[in-house]
């Protein structure tokens, strides 16, 4: 939610009129630190996708294919991952490091 | 309370009823039913939370429900029971109210006995309560969610907007009563009073039990030459502030009888609430709090009468207690 309602902008008990609109929030706001996925590294076994909470690690064309190795590697998805840091925590080859928001 | 609350967010004008354990056991929905703004009403038979196992009457149960957000009314007697009903539903479906209504009546004094009352028609009931038009519900036509996540960054503001609503429904608890009187003949307010005119002391009772039994009392003091009367809180949420301030301000003694004891606490509740209402006020009464009537214990007036004589006599000696449990085997 990016404009936050004053209390005479909010609906009879708080309900939300607009269906469907969970959609428009998204909860990757709640991150402090992100997982950074060094697509070298990444072997595409999918343990990070297996282990996500939030479904928040994504097939991605990798920009420096390797030739032998499978076109793609696992990133995340920045709407939703909340930076819990257990796909770093899982993935055996080190690939995914994590960095806080913002940081230089 | 689950089930209501449902049947309420479809639409439909929603009455139900319970007591003590009950109470206490649907505690948590008591908070949604609120926030959710739905204008359910329920009676509440007002009985002693165990342990030990106790069925008969106290107010211990609605005490210790006195922040869940609803408009919260004692009926004293059979009668009041019967005229408030439909006011609780006017007061709770008015648009600029829309929060449930609580009417609570005495345990086994009230609920269990049988009196005399004068009835409505149909036709008045019609006439009063005009048919329940909900100002938002469930619709598959038009979806909304009810009852949503509020995070941090609004949840201060839902709380904000039920309080404005819950303080300002006094006005509208008001007009109702009044319309009740001006169309049947039989006039409620917030807070009744009894020979309250010359008098420096004042009993202060919520409930029906000590509330009729009080007003033996202070007929029998006043015979004794004690320029007493009495109050009697109908309104306990939103509380009163105003008229409990120009009833109170400028008596000398107040003496507040609760049926519930915050264990470890203040005192009794209603004792605490008119504390809080006078703290720092110039002319502020001294407020005496007794505790008496618990678990179904009867209180007899001329005990009544004795226990306040005896609390005025006491502080006048300056060595009243801040509560002190009545009629307590020690
Ligand atoms: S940090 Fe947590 S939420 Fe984000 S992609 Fe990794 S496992 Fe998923
Ligand atoms: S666990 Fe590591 S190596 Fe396996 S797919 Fe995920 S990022 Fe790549």
Same mark, same amino acid.
């Given at each position: 939610?990016? $404009?936050?309602?004053?209390?005479? &902008?909010?609906?009879?008990?708080?309900?939300?009129?607009?269906?469907?609109?969970?959609?428009?929030?998204?909860?990757?706001?709640?991150?402090?630190?992100?997982?950074?996925? =060094?697509?070298?590294? !990444?072997?595409?076994?999918?343990?990070?996708?297996?282990?996500?909470? =939030?479904?928040?690690?994504?097939?991605?064309?990798?920009?420096?294919?390797?030739?032998?190795?499978?076109?793609?590697?696992? %990133?995340?998805?920045? %709407?939703? !991952?909340?930076? !819990?840091?257990?796909?770093?925590?899982?993935?055996?080859?080190?690939?995914?490091?994590?960095?806080?928001?913002?940081?230089? | 309370?689950?089930?209501?609350?449902?049947?309420?967010?479809?639409?439909?004008?929603?009455?139900?009823?319970?007591?003590?354990?009950?109470?206490?056991?649907?505690? &948590?929905?008591?908070?949604?039913?609120?926030?959710?703004?739905?204008?359910?009403?329920?009676?509440?038979?007002?009985?002693?939370?165990?342990?030990?196992?106790?069925?008969?009457?106290?107010?211990?149960?609605?005490?210790?429900?006195?922040?869940?957000?609803?408009?919260?009314?004692?009926?004293?007697?059979?009668?009041?029971?019967?005229?408030?009903?439909?006011?609780?539903?006017?007061?709770?479906? =008015?648009?600029?109210?829309?929060?449930?209504?609580?009417?609570?009546?005495?345990?086994?004094?009230?609920?269990?006995?049988?009196?005399?009352?004068?009835?409505?028609?149909?036709?008045?009931?019609?006439?009063?309560?005009?048919?329940?038009?909900?100002?938002?519900? +469930?619709?598959?036509?038009?979806?909304?969610?009810?009852?949503?996540?509020?995070?941090?960054?609004?949840?201060?503001?839902?709380? @904000?907007?039920?309080?404005?609503?819950?303080?300002?429904?006094?006005?509208?608890?008001?007009?109702?009563?009044?319309?009740?009187?001006?169309?049947?003949?039989?006039?409620?307010?917030?807070?009744?009073?009894?020979?309250?005119?010359?008098? =420096?002391?004042? +009993?202060?009772?919520?409930?029906?039990?000590?509330?009729?039994?009080?007003?033996?009392?202070?007929?029998?003091?006043?015979?004794?030459?004690?320029?007493?009367?009495?109050?009697?809180?109908?309104?306990?949420?939103?509380?009163?502030?105003?008229?409990? *301030? *120009?009833?109170?301000?400028?008596? @000398?003694?107040?003496?507040?009888?609760?049926?519930?004891?915050?264990?470890?606490?203040?005192?009794?509740?209603?004792?605490?609430?008119?504390?809080?209402?006078?703290?720092? *006020?110039?002319?502020?009464?001294?407020?005496?709090?007794?505790?008496?009537?618990?678990?179904?214990?009867?209180?007899?007036?001329?005990?009544?009468? &004795?226990?306040?004589?005896?609390? $005025? *006599?006491?502080?006048?000696?300056?060595?009243?207690?801040?509560? &002190?449990?009545?009629? $307590?085997?020690?």
């Amino acid at each position: 939610m990016n $404009v936050k309602p004053s209390t005479r &902008e909010l609906a009879l008990g708080a309900a939300i009129l607009t269906p469907g609109s969970a959609r428009e929030y998204h909860t990757g706001g709640w991150r402090t630190f992100y997982p950074k996925t =060094d697509e070298a590294l !990444c072997i595409t076994c999918g343990l990070c996708w297996i282990f996500c909470p =939030d479904a928040c690690r994504v097939i991605t064309k990798r920009e420096n294919p390797i030739p032998g190795v499978l076109p793609d590697y696992y %990133d995340f998805n920045p %709407d939703y !991952c909340k930076g !819990c840091g257990i796909c770093a925590q899982e993935c055996p080859t080190g690939a995914i490091r994590m960095i806080e928001e913002g940081a230089p | 309370m689950s089930a209501c609350v449902g049947l309420s967010a479809t639409g439909c004008r929603t009455f139900t009823a319970t007591s003590s354990q009950g109470l206490a056991l649907m505690h &948590e929905i008591l908070f949604i039913v609120s926030a959710m703004r739905l204008p359910i009403v329920m009676a509440t038979v007002n009985r002693a939370l165990s342990a030990p196992i106790n069925i008969w009457g106290d107010l211990s149960d609605v005490m210790a429900n006195r922040d869940i957000g609803w408009v919260q009314l004692f009926g004293n007697n059979g009668q009041e029971v019967y005229d408030l009903t439909p006011c609780c539903f006017k007061i709770a479906e =008015d648009r600029r109210v829309l929060l449930p209504v609580m009417l609570n009546i005495d345990g086994f004094t009230l609920s269990h006995v049988v009196e005399p009352i004068e009835t409505l028609t149909q036709q008045d009931f019609d006439d009063f309560l005009p048919p329940y038009e909900p100002a938002q519900r +469930l619709d598959v036509n038009q979806p909304i969610s009810m009852g949503p996540v509020g995070p941090p960054d609004i949840f201060t503001e839902t709380k @904000k907007v039920h309080d404005d609503a819950l303080v300002a429904s006094r006005i509208v608890v008001n007009e109702v009563l009044d319309d009740f009187g001006r169309r049947f003949g039989r006039s409620y307010r917030a807070v009744e009073e009894y020979q309250t005119d010359d008098a =420096d002391v004042l +009993l202060f009772t919520i409930g029906g039990t000590l509330g009729e039994t009080g007003h033996t009392a202070v007929d029998a003091l006043r015979a004794r030459g004690m320029k007493i009367g009495q109050v009697l809180l109908r309104l306990w949420r939103p509380f009163p502030f105003d008229d409990i *301030r *120009r009833i109170f301000t400028g008596r @000398k003694a107040v003496i507040v009888y609760d049926r519930a004891l915050s264990v470890g606490g203040p005192g009794g509740p209603v004792a605490s609430e008119l504390r809080a209402a006078m703290y720092g *006020r110039p002319d502020a009464p001294a407020i005496l709090s007794l505790i008496a009537a618990l678990g179904g214990r009867d209180v007899r007036a001329v005990e009544m009468a &004795e226990q306040i004589e005896n609390a $005025v *006599r006491r502080a006048g000696e300056g060595e009243y207690p801040a509560y &002190e449990m009545v009629g $307590v085997r020690e």
